[in-house]
């Protein structure tokens, strides 16, 4: 190893958008020192990547960022359906839908909702978050050499200001470093997929009477398919800040100075249906969807996460979502093994877990692409089973079938049919409210620092258990039991059932990780309970 180090730290983050920052603040809320480098000089000013999944803003909840996020995002919290038009004038209008959440039914499963936050006003808030809980955050600073050995990385950075070089030291590195990841390329990590889909430019533009044609229809993006001038149509503020995603055709010559604010404002217009509409173009930004999931999610010591492991569409918003995921599944696999609570070969999980995730995910998204009639996707819609397609189970109700996960069948589908969050091993743990020392809490607010594990209060045993395997292993495991029982430390609200809700018996017990995934369960009643949960705990943090 090299002793020629200025800085040491468990984790070097490389990638300072969404996903790097995510990770931070993942690892900053469970105590792990570490390092992110972003080689911008600040975070993302363009409005790109809105869509911010249930299962997104769960995380951020747990991470206590949920309600700075919605603060940022409330300018548009009105704006809720995809509208599809021949132009904003025309009779060809049709909403491919118009709410959401139509009726609340996400309430079942969730104590979060879907949120509209583009990514230049979600990353001030993840780094104000994340260094305010002791993150170590190094803009304009580079990545510019890695190399690993069996205990650790060595990585050379530079500071783009001063120049300045400095050699850090760090257990483990995770990717963040976007869809042309130098250090997955270093690494040898090839990719699967039909790769590149079609090619966008973003076009940010002020139009004070583009307001008017809009009128009421609070649309999350609005696909004008004018056959000489399709695009989407994004607000940024309602009023007179938009976006408009415009094909581009870089594969018969077109290049990104064909672009010019002339014919931009130009194409806005015949799309709209407004030919004398006021359009000032503030900005451009070429990108691509493509289709690709890296055929690993690391090597050795290094991790990929986010855009670095896979591309997917930008219809349905999964990219950015599945990123985030990622980091929050691998933030607690690196806490626990730094801590010395498991074993290395937990991290393997990652892959095992993710990956699936991943590619299903992007299937799902281009499909999606097809769908909507995305401009520039000329790829075949596919079988959907309608034009929602199950959006909230691919967002919500996937499964992990190999991993830090007991008793579940591998040939089980990561996206099932339908949503079932019922307490089964590899599923998110059920959502229900509880109170909790006079206050209103969801089970979910209960995962984040340590396994938890759910009884009935009347079947003290468990609960026993727990805290003696936790004193056996020295790992962070809490225990709660649930009911009406004097000592219960939760009380379900009137009419609910946990252990139904959660696939078990009132002589069982469910395991759920720190990500609020459940590890295992017991349908009913162990003859030692101690031993039973020792050997689970044991085989989970791969502690042999």
Known sequence: MNENVDLRVPVLIVGGSLVGLSTSLFLSRLGVRHLLVEKHSDTSTHPR??????RTMEVFRTAGAEQLI??????????????????????????????????????????????????????PVLVDHARSLGSELRFST???????????VTAVIKDRETGAHTTVRADYLVAADGPRSPIREQLGIGQTGP???FHNVSITFRSR??????????????????????????????????????????DRGETLEDFTDERCADHIRRAVGAPDLDIEITGKAPWHAAERVAERYGAGRVFLAGDSAHEMSPTGAFGSNTGIQDAHNLAWKLAAVIGEVAGPGLLETYEAERLPVAKATSA??????????????????????????????????????????????PGLPVVPDGMNLSGEPGTRAPH?????????????????KSFVLLSDARHPDWRAAAEQVAKRLSVPLEAFGIGTAPGADLEPEEGADWAAS???????????????????????????????????????????
């Open 432 to 448: 229900m409210w509880l109170g909790r020392d006079g206050a209103r809490v969801s089970t979910l607010d209960l995962y984040e």
């Open 209 to 250: 009477r583009l307001a008017s044609v809009v009128g009421d229809r609070r649309f999350i993006v609005c696909y004008l398919t004018a056959p000489d001038a399709d695009g989407a149509l994004l607000p940024v503020d309602n009023e007179e800040r938009w976006v408009f995603h415009a094909p581009w055709q870089p």
């Open 195 to 197: 790769g590149d889909l």
């Open 502 to 544: 959660h696939g078990t018996s009132d002589e069982g017990a469910v395991l759920v990780r720190p990500d609020g995934f459940v590890a295992w369960r017991s349908v009913g009643a162990a003859a030692d309970p101690e031993a039973t949960l020792y050997e689970v705990m044991v085989t989970l943090l791969h502690r042999g």
């Open 364 to 409: 799902r998204a281009s499909a999606r692409s097809g769908e909507h009639s995305h401009p520039g996707y000329a790829g075949s819609p596919g079988p959907t089973g309608g034009r929602k397609g199950g959006m909230l189970t691919v967002a919500l109700g996937y499964r992990y079938v190999r991993g830090a996960v007991l008793d579940v069948d």
């Open 49 to 54: 990547g809105r869509g911010n999944n249930v």
């Open 70 to 123: 919605r603060d940022a995002a409330s300018v548009l919290a009105d704006n809720h359906g995809i509208l599809q038009a021949g132009s904003l004038t025309g009779d060809d209008q049709e909403w491919l839908f118009k709410e959401i959440d139509p009726g609340g039914g996400i309430a079942r499963f969730s104590p979060s909702g879907w949120c509209l936050c583009s990514q230049n006003d979600l990353e």
């Open 142 to 152: 580079e990545l510019l050499s890695f190399e690993q050995d069996a205990d650790g």
